[in-house]
């Protein structure tokens, strides 16, 4: 079966969102089918007419555009600096269609499929919500549905209207599967009582998909990897205080940063197999990443995971709960030092992935079928 996928790619600097895509294709090829990204460029709509609906229609959000605007350049300038090879790991691991569909061009001449998938990924994060992201275009004869997708955590937007407009959308789909407990329960509200918390798709392929990746190992000294997302105001730990508990420890430490994190520390800007060898060699992980907490688990590192404030971290809590890790969450500095000292039940964590892998491939072939 083809099956085209619509999910966020174009990133040069956040690790997750490739892998989870490379995992998704992966995962789908395992089964028999033959995915493929549908490149879409939301960039290419019009821009007047965008503005005009985000901002015009609701100034309370162009103080933060602005702001917004400024980190987005400033992260454009360091990743041409710093460049870090995600168009080459696109082109040698992904497949996807050679044109890059604006919404106009997607509705009026889509890629032909057989079944539609949107996710995994905060796809349905946008507080407009955006119709591409929930498959309104194809055939009516295609089969939808959603992989472990997710509304973002902290959208305080999420109330009736929003849940008005997304209804009518999610009635189309075969089956709808999300990623964490507050998107059941905004689909819940939609009337998707069926709806399924879905494993997101890294945890679900074998670990040599990744092994066959990876760059070489980054050296024999230990060292503690810090990776952190976003600016440093937004998490609840300050990194003076991960640095001087990466001192007191004896390792080094390994910072990697993406998506505006800025800040006096220096940092490495690694390939995505490099970023996967310095998570599966390191003694300890930092990180306020949901796929940093992933990786972590997959290659069974000692981690913490720093909350965001403001945020209900619901895609992190969701995933700590289902494997008993919500102690690795860490609010406060002697909580990073508690999840350092924690012992892990590896083989209970793997032994609930499997379960997790065979439950979803089930749930998949009753849907969309088994080539």
């Known amino acids: 079966m083809k099956i085209g996928i619509i999910t966020f790619w174009s990133s040069k600097d956040n690790y997750g969102q490739l892998l ?9 090829k395992e089964l ?5 990204l549908i490149r879409y460029g939301f960039w290419k709509d019009d821009l007047i007419s965008k503005l005009f609906k985000e901002y015009f229609l609701l ?14 350049r400033k992260v454009y300038k360091s990743n041409i600096v710093h460049e870090r090879k995600f168009a080459d790991f696109l082109s040698e691991n992904i497949l996807y269609t050679e044109q890059v569909y604006s919404t106009k061009e997607l509705i009026q001449n889509p890629p032909a499929a057989d079944c ?3 996710g995994s990924d905060q796809v349905w994060g946008a507080l407009n919500p955006n119709p591409i992201f929930f498959l309104q275009f194809g055939s009516k ?11 973002g955590d902290g959208n305080s937007f999420l109330k009736d209207r929003y849940i008005y407009k997304i209804t009518s959308y999610l009635k189309g789909f075969d089956m709808v599967t999300v990623r964490d407990y507050k998107a059941l329960e905004i689909c819940k509200k939609a009337g998707i009582n069926g709806c399924v918390l879905f494993p997101d798709p890294t945890l679900l392929i074998d670990m040599s998909n990744y092994n066959s990746l990876l760059s070489s190992n980054p050296g024999t000294d230990k060292y503690c990897l810090v990776y952190m997302l976003e600016e440093e105001q937004k998490t609840k730990i300050d990194m003076d205080d991960i640095a001087a508990f990466v001192k007191s420890i004896g390792i080094k430490m390994i910072y990697v940063a993406s998506q505006g994190r800025f800040d006096k520390y220096i940092k490495q800007y690694p390939t995505i197999p490099q970023f996967l060898s310095y998570v599966k060699n390191a003694d300890f992980v930092i ?3 949901f796929h940093g907490t992933v990786f972590s688990i997959m290659y ?18 969701t995933l700590l ?8 969450i860490a609010k406060k500095l002697p909580m990073i030092i508690a999840a350092y000292n924690d012992i892990v039940d590896w083989n209970l964590v793997d032994d609930i992935n499997q379960k997790k892998k065979k439950e979803t491939v089930a749930l998949l072939k009753k849907v969309i079928g088994e080539e």
């Not at 028999?32 to 493929?36: K, N, R, S, V």
Request: proline letters at 6%; hydrophobic letters at 35%; glycine letters at 6%.
């Open 141 to 151: 004869e295609s089969k939808r549905f959603s992989f472990a997708a997710s509304f």
């Open 20 to 28: 989870q895509l490379f995992a998704l294709q992966t995962f789908l």
């Open 59 to 72: 100034p309370w959000r162009i103080p933060r555009a602005i702001k917004n605007k400024i980190t987005e």
């Open 116 to 118: 539609y998938i949107t």
């Open 300 to 317: 069974h590192r000692k981690f913490a995971v720093i909350p965001k404030k403001g945020g209900n971290n619901t895609r992190v809590d």
């Open 32 to 36: 028999g089918h033959e995915p493929f």
């Open 321 to 328: 709960s289902q494997y008993g890790l919500q102690k690795h």
């Open 287 to 289: 990180t306020n990443s």
